[in-house]
């Protein structure tokens, strides 16, 4: 069982940036791919972003391309940098992680994930 714990999220202008952090609680954080996934009210969650187990490979939705990057730490803990927020990036916004080796995109293919962290970016 991993435990995630997401934070960092709030109100900013629209243009401004955040830092969203996920830690983990299982020692073999480094074992998992990470993504970072968004569900706006009234939409499907979505996929935002994913980090390969060492953290050498990222992919990106289009979305995201360009404005946000998603890193991870050696000390269990994933990272959402987002810059040039935009009204439409408003969503809670979840890390989530997946036991699969290969690049997901799915949220079926992700095996646990945190309570979420709310992002609302104002016009």
């Known amino acids: 069982q991993v435990l995630l714990v997401e934070s960092g999220g709030g109100l900013v202008q629209a243009g401004g940036s955040l830092t969203l952090s996920c830690v983990a609680s299982?020692?073999?954080?480094?074992?998992?791919?990470m993504g970072w996934f968004r569900q706006a009210p009234g939409k499907e969650r979505e996929f935002v972003a994913t980090?390969?187990?060492?953290?050498?490979?990222t992919y990106y939705a289009d979305s995201a391309k360009g404005r946000f990057t998603i890193s991870r730490d050696n000390a269990k803990t994933l990272y959402l940098q987002m810059n040039s927020l935009k009204p439409e990036d408003t969503a809670v916004y979840y890390c989530?992680?997946?036991?699969?080796?290969?690049?997901?995109?799915?949220?079926?293919?992700?095996?646990?994930w945190g309570q979420g962290t709310q992002v609302t970016v104002s016009s």
């Open positions: 299982e020692r073999t954080f480094s074992s998992y791919r």
């Open positions: 980090i390969s187990r060492s953290g050498d490979r």
């Open positions: 989530a992680a997946s036991a699969k080796f290969a690049l997901v995109v799915h949220t079926s293919h992700y095996n646990y």
